[in-house]
Nanobody, 121 residues
Framework: VQLQASGGGLVQAGGSLRLSCAASGRTFSTYATGWFRQAPGKEREFVASISVGFTYYADFVKGRFSCSRDSSKNTVYLQMNKLEPEDTAVYYC?????????????????WGQGTQVTVSS
């Protein structure tokens, strides 16, 4: 599975962005797909994930971010609302062959390149 993340950009605090993670190589609708982010000088951290039947979010994004999947497009989305300067980071999507509530970097076998999100104050 090859993953391609896109949709990042520069936005003012309070604004919104929608990230996309498009998969090629095979259908990944049964995979767990996760979103992580990494700010300069910090470790990569879990943001959200979607698997068959459920979504799961880090506490710091609950109520602001939401994951969805369009199986017809083999794409997973991360809708980010009420963005804050602290959300500035490179965002990565990842996929795990086993469905589940995976939150660790090591839980995922496939990774896309990152997309930069910058939130100005």
């Amino acid at each position: 599975v090859q993953l391609q993340a896109s949709g990042g950009g520069l936005v003012q605090a309070g604004g919104s962005l929608r990230l996309s993670c498009a998969a090629s190589g095979r259908t990944f609708s049964t995979y767990a797909t996760g979103w992580f982010r990494q700010a300069p000088g910090k470790e990569r951290e879990f943001v959200a994930s979607i698997s068959v039947g459920f979504t799961y979010y880090a506490d710091f994004v609950k109520g602001r971010f939401s994951c969805s999947r369009d199986s017809s497009k083999n794409t997973v989305y991360l809708q980010m609302n009420k963005l804050e300067p602290e959300d500035t980071a490179v965002y990565y999507c990842a996929a795990a062959r086993r469905g589940g509530r995976w939150t660790r970097v090591t839980d995922y076998e496939y990774w896309g390149q990152g997309t930069q999100v910058t939130v100005s104050s």
